[in-house]
């Protein structure tokens, strides 16, 4: 609803008839005073006239204002979201164990260990031999470590005497079978630190012991893994078959 806010109180006056010639002139003098409308100007409309014009114009003047229209801000991106969106780096294994070769196994009873699938390397010898395929160094270093533990027994008992010490013996060992390996086939340790590879599978091999208790293989007088019986000496070979050891003579 409107609300006119200037109350119109003189009646407005009767103007002569004018000829048709006066009508575009009074329309021209209309349009002049819309111009004019709010200026001081010395030659100001009749009071009758000055009053249409505030009328009119205080009535639209009541209409209501235009609302702006909001301004829509642009979406906020967590950065947490946009960072889930970012490939992630790979994780780095600083494990001393060998992981870049999957596929074996461990456990706390027999087998206790089950190499990964057999792979193979192509071997280049010396002295103009024809090439051959031989099991790479991963999967000659696992099988050795499968045949041992297939006598976990051995380790307890001396037959296994090579071990005898723990993790310096076991070490010194597993180095020296790369070395060796490496010697006889000279191709073969191409990218390969015969000291670190060596240290890597001595590590999984103490794992395997490490998991396995002495008391699985009967009364012992002795309480912890396998690998803690080699640390603390382990057991002379045997002189008769099938002698006991000292630590089964509970």
Do not use: C
């Amino acid at each position: 609803m409107i609300t006119a806010t200037n109350t119109l109180t003189t009646p407005p006056a009767e103007l002569p008839p004018t000829s048709t010639a006066s009508t575009s002139a009074a329309a021209t003098s209309f349009a002049d005073q819309l111009a004019t409308v709010g200026e001081n100007s010395p030659s100001a409309p009749a009071v009758q006239q000055d009053s249409f014009l505030q009328y009119f114009l205080g009535a639209a003047s009541t209409t209501a204002p235009s609302v702006p229209t909001p301004s829509i801000p642009d979406p906020v991106v967590s950065t947490a979201a946009a960072a889930s969106t970012s490939p992630t780096a790979p994780s780095v294994h600083t494990s001393d164990v060998p992981l870049d070769t999957p596929g074996y196994s461990i456990s706390s009873t027999a087998p206790y260990f089950t190499p990964a699938p057999d792979q193979y390397t192509t071997v280049t010898p010396t002295g103009g031999m024809i090439p051959f395929q031989a099991d790479s160094m991963d999967s000659y270093l696992q099988k050795f470590i499968g045949q041992s533990v297939s006598d976990m027994y051995g380790f307890i008992s001396g037959t296994q005497g090579w071990a005898n010490g723990g993790a310096g013996a076991i070490t010194d060992n597993f180095v020296s079978m790369v070395q060796q390996r490496i010697t006889a086939y000279p191709s073969m340790g191409q990218g390969i630190d015969p000291q670190a590879m060596g240290t890597q599978y001595a590590n999984l091999f103490m794992k395997v012991l490490s998991g396995v208790q002495v008391s699985q293989f009967g009364a012992a007088n002795f309480s912890g893994s396998v690998l803690d019986f080699l640390n603390q000496g382990g057991s002379p070979e045997p002189t008769v078959l099938n002698q006991a050891p000292a630590v089964m003579n509970a």
